[in-house]
């Protein structure tokens, strides 16, 4: 049955949309409100004490919630095109805010540190995993937009190579956040060894917890992302709503939250007592 793919139009018994399955209406407004949460505390705290960086987290909500919409609009017409492309573009987008938030943090928490205590500036730290970020996003862009493209046609022709570049994407992704996660542990070493009294202040502490978990989490979702894409798009983890609320989206609910409750101005906490250490 050829459908209209340019308006809506309600579930159709028998026929597939391009998700593989009818998005939940209740998953799309409940992640539409916890990001919009985030998204407003960060917004909040940012003006509040001044940390304007902090509203790189926010930014990152914004497009969350954007993407969430447009599940929840995809929920209500499920073959229309327009809420399927706005999605993947967001949801693929968003994390890379959370990831360069986490970059600015390091370079905070050196600062208080002190030089010293790592191998890079704070700066060398968000220009080179940013532009890591960055050309990751690019290349995920294009191949999302081919294998969409291809998806969509009547009949769908072959996704394998966007999917192929997608992949691509996100692992150089995830290859760029563990080296990152190594950088990040060999700080916090030298920090313990070197200025170990500055570890003992309670904000620092919660905002390496926060920072440890976040980077745990984000991890997790491209891991989950690459082995989704992987096997395709008619595969089993792409085409099971119920992985991707857990492994997409609860991962970045718990990514960005972590930040409102260790604030992200906590890594400068130590730094005002740097001159007498």
Not at 28 to 57: D, E
Request: glycine share 10%; charged share 15%; with cysteine.
């Amino acid at each position: 049955m050829e459908i209209d793919r340019t308006i809506c139009v309600g579930s159709i018994p028998g026929v597939e949309g391009p998700y593989g399955y009818y998005p939940s209406l209740g998953a799309g407004i409940a992640f539409c409100v916890l990001f919009g949460i985030s998204m407003l505390l960060h917004a909040f705290t940012s003006a509040r004490y001044r940390t304007w960086w902090q509203l790189i987290f926010a930014i990152g909500a914004l497009g969350e919630v954007i993407g969430w919409a447009g599940r929840t609009w995809s929920s209500e017409c499920p073959y229309q095109t327009t809420p399927f492309l706005i999605q993947i573009c967001t949801l693929i987008l968003a994390p890379a805010f959370f990831t360069a938030g986490i970059y600015v943090i390091l370079g905070r928490l050196i600062v208080t540190f002190g030089r010293h205590v790592s191998p890079l500036s704070p700066n060398a730290y968000l220009y080179i995993f940013c532009t890591a970020d960055i050309v990751s996003l690019v290349v995920q862009a294009v191949g999302g937009g081919m294998a969409s493209f291809a998806y969509q046609q009547t009949p769908p022709r072959d996704t394998e190579t966007g999917t192929h570049i997608m992949v691509a994407g996100i692992l150089f992704q995830l290859a760029a956040i563990i080296v990152f996660s190594f950088l990040f542990a060999r700080v916090i070493v030298k920090a313990l060894k070197s200025r170990g009294e500055v570890l003992r202040q309670r904000e620092i502490q919660y905002i390496i917890a926060a920072t440890t978990f976040s980077v745990v989490v984000i991890v997790t979702r491209s891991i989950y992302r690459t082995i989704e894409l992987l096997q395709g798009w008619e595969g089993y983890l792409i085409t099971t709503e119920r992985f991707f609320l857990a492994l997409d989206g609860a991962m970045m609910v718990l990514a960005v939250a972590a930040f409102n409750i260790a604030r992200p101005g906590w890594a400068e906490a130590g730094k005002s007592d740097r001159s007498s250490c």
